[in-house]
């Protein structure tokens, strides 16, 4: 059973994160509203909502830029309160939401939520367990890759390599996991957390990282241009 919130959850807009549940986030607060945001919410539910900027929010970025009404409800499971008073947060994915009116305004926003359920599966199904066998293989693969790869210019946002996943993971965090961790533009990542079906989700993502292995097979742009 998800995690309900009972009041309105504060809303954390980033420019290029897309949470999961299930998965795990390592955070650096240092704006003064977010660091407010985050001693309230430790006071109170431990939980914030993560939603993804829309494009265009660098020209009102320290207003109130718009951000996409999907997101990820997440609970603060770690903090360290820093000597130049920010901080350093782990945030477990819970449920994704729907973001709806907001309620708060200053210093940061707070939004009523509507927990969007997945579409119930059982570890058992025969389906799940040949989808998990093959995304901890494909997974395996292409962090395998990721590690040998030689050093490329960085480019905004990039997430950190992918990291071999893990088999004793139950299948949404697995899934989730791995979402997290391609390199993908946001919006694919979005689209992702979109789908009701977790099973849709894991083949698309299992389809998403054999296009990169095969982009990596042909020795990356030497070999093609990278979908």
Same mark, same amino acid.
């Given at each position: ?21 299930? *998965? ?39 207003g109130s830029p ?20 920010c901080y350093d ?20 926003? *707070? ?72 390199? *993908? ?43």
């Amino acid at each position: 059973m998800p995690f309900v919130p009972k009041h309105p959850v504060p809303v954390f807009p980033l420019p290029g994160v897309v949470l999961f549940p299930g *998965a795990q986030l390592p955070l650096h607060v240092f704006e003064l509203r977010y660091r407010t945001m985050v001693r309230e919410a430790l006071s109170g539910e431990r939980v914030i909502a993560l939603a993804l900027l829309r494009p265009g929010w660098e020209r009102d970025y320290q207003g109130s830029p718009e951000f996409h009404p999907l997101g990820c409800l997440a609970r603060i499971d770690e903090v360290a309160w820093l000597p130049n008073d920010c901080y350093d947060l782990r945030l477990l994915g819970l449920a994704r939401v729907r973001l709806g009116r907001l309620v708060r305004e200053f210093p940061y926003r *707070a939004a009523r939520t509507q927990v969007l359920p997945q579409e119930p599966l059982s570890e058992d199904d025969p389906l799940v367990q040949l989808e998990r066998r093959a995304l901890i293989e494909a997974g395996a693969r292409l962090a395998s890759i990721e590690r040998t790869a030689p050093p490329v210019a960085p480019a905004a946002e990039t997430p950190a390599p992918l990291a071999p996943p893990e088999e004793g993971l139950a299948f949404e965090p697995l899934v989730n996991t791995l979402c997290m961790g391609l390199a *993908a533009e946001p919006a694919e990542k979005l689209a992702l957390l979109e789908m009701d079906s977790l099973l849709e989700r894991a083949r698309r993502v299992r389809e998403m990282v054999e296009e990169r292995l095969r982009w990596a097979s042909r020795g990356g742009s030497e070999g093609g241009e990278r979908n």
